[in-house]
């Protein structure tokens, strides 16, 4: 109970100590009553002195710093002799300083550590043995903080043992084993031994003696013992030196080998070997004969070469065995220079000539159609009521039906709107063509025209089309070319770029050359072009080149080429009695019976040569001879294709002052043909004429007028240019410029 009195009275107190507190902090409760300030702490030489004083009626206290304070400049120090800890011989001492107003102190700067004082001399406390080396010692006088500090070295490294030599090996010459040494020193390894291993020692031999000597077939032995007591009592090896010396045979003989059959034949050796009378066998193969000479039994002749027999000296299995050969080829007949006629030409067939081998024992003769006297060419009489006429000539029976193509008949409606470029007959149909343009007919009188070809030619005119093998072949410009089996569908054969020079060929070989003419004969087709270029095929579709050269007129070319032309053009080509003959500007000429090799027609020879402006503009064949055309009313003959007869041309193109064998005056001649017995010709001005021997010609007149014809004339084309002509179906039909076209009808044989 006293204790709970206590706690309260207590707490009243506070109470009322807290409630003067607060009523002295409130001026308008209480104003303190402070009493003399009291130094709490004393003036330093670091800080002021601080004093304090406490109300008299509360608890509350005040505190304040006297003294100016820039009268306080810190402690006063000075060094003071004494250390804060002294130096020793491993580390550093520190020194003291003190302040001289108060007892403040402090450490002051470093005192060096003294170092070790040694004795001088190092005294050796352990010797160097085999293995360990010596130790010297010496201590520091100073009573340093490491009491009795020693330290130690070594001068002398360890001695190393020193051995007696290697003994006491346990190998043997085939076993290997071991050996030992000991050190000689009084060592710290008291009595120390080494051992190692030993390779065995080996053999000690004799010398090698010989024990066996070589023979044909055994090699020798030499032999030799070792010489130690070793583990291997009486070890003996041996050796060969000398490798068996083989037989030494007789050569082989008795064979039994006949000249055709192989046998066998043995040898012996000869030495006394290990084989008594040692004999080989082996096959030998057929001698084969020994001949003797060839002899000379028959001798060459013109149509048989010559023979030289030899005969088997050996008594072989063919007994007289004889072989033949021959050394000389036949000689071929050695014709007299000579031709002599043997019989007469005909109307229709040149003189037969006729020459002898000059070989001794030949009667072989040899007979050809004369180049110089050909067929004579009918000659007939006047044509009778009934349309025939009969060959006066003596020996000929021949007689001629239809009428002579002097008069023609004009087409009407021929379905071609631009000027024809020719025409052409095969498979029953006549073709002809204007530009990229076809069309066709089976009479030449009603055409139907076939679907532009503008898609494979394009711009580039058709320039000439033949029919072979069951096909037509088209060709123009530009290298183009196109076939058709119908001559209404047709199929392209591409054309390549470049003319002299050919950077693609394409598929007709003539790059971007136009092409000229075509034809067919021979099994093969033929065409020709610009840049004395060539190429055969035997479909039509697929093509062979025959290159062209450099150079143009009629004279010597750069480069003639394989076709012989240079770069002349080629206008048209014929094939006829096996040869084929192309003709071409500058009045150049060429044959061939292959259409591959080309022999040139020389200047003596080719009519059309007087003047290189005489382009010679085509050729047919017919009545056993060629007729070529071209410029000026020219044209020629030949039999064979080589040797040339001009028809002398005349004077005057649209007024014929003088008409000349050939009736053309100075006209170009553009087209011929040959049907029914006859040659037709067409050329410029509308004008024609026909020949039955390509010799002798009648004209066929043409008119006046080419849009707008005055007069048609007997050919009907006026005064327009006729570009072509052909035979067929008994009729001929011409077309021509304006476009026109005209035909003729005669009566078949």
């Keep these: ?112 550590k003294l170092g070790h004082s040694f004795i001088d001399n190092w005294s050796e406390t352990r010797p160097a043995t085999c293995t360990v080396e010596n130790q010297e010692t010496r201590t520091c006088t100073l009573d340093c903080g490491e009491t009795g500090h020693t330290e130690t070295r070594s001068t002398i490294a360890a001695l190393g043992h020193t051995f007696t030599v290697w003994g006491n090996s346990t190998a043997t010459c085939t076993v290997a084993g071991t050996e030992t040494r000991t050190c000689t020193l009084a060592c710290d390894l008291t009595g120390h031994t080494e051992t190692r291993n030993v390779s065995a020692l080996g053999h000690s031999f004799t010398t090698w003696g010989e024990t066996r000597p070589a023979t044909c077939t055994v090699e020798n032995q030499e032999t030799r013992t070792c010489t130690v007591d070793c583990g291997e009592t009486g070890h003996t090896e041996t050796q060969s030196t000398i490798a068996a010396l083989g037989h030494d045979f007789t050569v082989w003989g008795n064979s039994t080998a006949t000249c055709t059959t192989a046998g066998t034949e043995t040898r012996t050796c000869t030495l006394a070997c290990d084989l ?52 000389v080829e036949e ?22 000539d006729e020459r002898e081998c000059n070989r001794a024992g030949c009667t072989e ?20 009521l009934t349309l025939t006429r009969e060959c006066t000539r003596d020996n000929c029976n021949h007689t001629q039906t239809g009428a002579p193509p002097t008069t023609w008949t004009a087409v009407t409606q021929n379905a071609l709107i631009q000027n024809i470029g020719g025409i052409t007959y095969g498979n029953n149909r006549f073709i002809a063509f204007s530009g990229a343009n076809m069309a066709w007919s089976q009479n030449g009188e009603t055409w139907t025209a076939v679907n532009s070809l503008f898609n494979i030619f394009g711009f580039d005119n058709i320039q000439g089309i033949t029919y072979g093998n069951d096909r037509f072949v088209a060709v123009g410009g530009s290298g183009i070319m196109a076939w058709s089996t119908n001559g209404t569908t047709w199929t392209a054969v591409t054309a390549g770029t470049g003319t002299i020079d050919i950077t693609d060929p394409g598929n007709s070989t003539f790059g971007a050359n136009s092409i000229r003419g075509i034809t067919y004969g ?32 009629s004279g010597n070319l750069a480069d003639p080429g394989n076709s012989t032309f240079g770069a002349n053009q080629i206008n048209g080509i014929a094939f006829g009695n096996g040869t084929f003959v192309a003709v071409g500007n500058s009045g150049r000429m060429a ?159």
């Design 1 to 112: 109970m006293k204790n709970k009195m206590k706690a309260i009275i207590g707490i009243a107190g506070v109470i009322a100590i807290i409630g003067l507190a607060i009523a002295c902090n409130n001026e308008t409760v209480h104003s303190c009553s402070f009493g003399e300030w009291e130094t709490k702490t004393s003036a330093t030489c670091v800080a002021k002195e601080t004093q304090e004083r406490t109300c008299s009626s509360c608890v509350k206290t005040e505190t304040r710093e006297i003294g100016e304070f820039d009268l306080i400049n810190g402690h006063d120090m000075e060094v003071s002799g004494e250390v804060t800890k002294a130096a020793t011989c491993t580390e550093d001492g520190i020194g003291k300083k003190e302040c001289s107003i108060c007892d403040y102190t402090e450490p002051y700067g470093v005192l060096e």
């Design 276 to 327: 008594t009378g040692y004999t080989e066998t082996r096959p030998a193969e057929a001698l084969g004969h020994s001949f003797t000479d060839w002899n000379e039994t028959r001798a060459a002749t013109c149509t048989v070469e010559n023979q030289q027999t030899r005969t088997c000296t050996r008594t072989c299995g063919l007994d007289g065995h004889t072989e033949t050969r021959s050394t």
């Design 331 to 352: 000689l071929g007949h050695d014709w007299i220079n000579n031709w002599t006629k043997k019989t007469d030409r005909t109307c229709t067939a040149a003189q037969i």
């Design 365 to 384: 003769k040899q007979e050809r159609d004369s180049p110089t006297v050909g067929a004579l060419g009918h000659t007939f009489n006047n044509w009778g």
């Design 522 to 553: 021979n099994d093969r087709f033929v065409a020709v072009g610009q840049q004395g270029r060539m190429a055969w095929s035997t479909n039509g579709e697929t093509w062979t080149a025959v290159t062209g050269g450099t150079g143009t007129g």
């Design 591 to 749: 044959w061939s019976t292959d259409g591959v090799t080309w022999t040139a027609v020389t200047a003596a020879d080719n009519t059309f040569n007087v003047l290189n402006s005489n382009a010679i503009r085509g050729i047919t064949y017919g009545n056993g001879r060629f007729v070529a055309i071209g410029q000026h009313g020219r044209m020629a003959w030949s039999t064979n294709g080589t040797t040339w007869t001009a028809v002398t041309p005349g004077t005057g193109t649209a007024t014929i002052t003088d008409p000349g064998n050939s009736t053309f005056g100075q006209n170009g001649i553009n087209g011929i043909t040959y049907g029914n017995g006859r040659f037709v010709a067409a050329g410029d001005n509308g004008r024609m004429a026909w020949s039955e021997d390509g010799e002798n010609w009648t004209a066929v007149t043409g008119g006046t007028g080419t849009t707008t014809i005055t007069d048609p004339g007997n050919s009907t084309f006026g005064a327009n240019y006729i570009s072509g002509i052909t035979y067929g179906n008994g009729r001929f039909v011409a077309v021509g410029f304006g476009p026109r076209m005209a035909w003729h009808e005669v009566m078949p044989e």
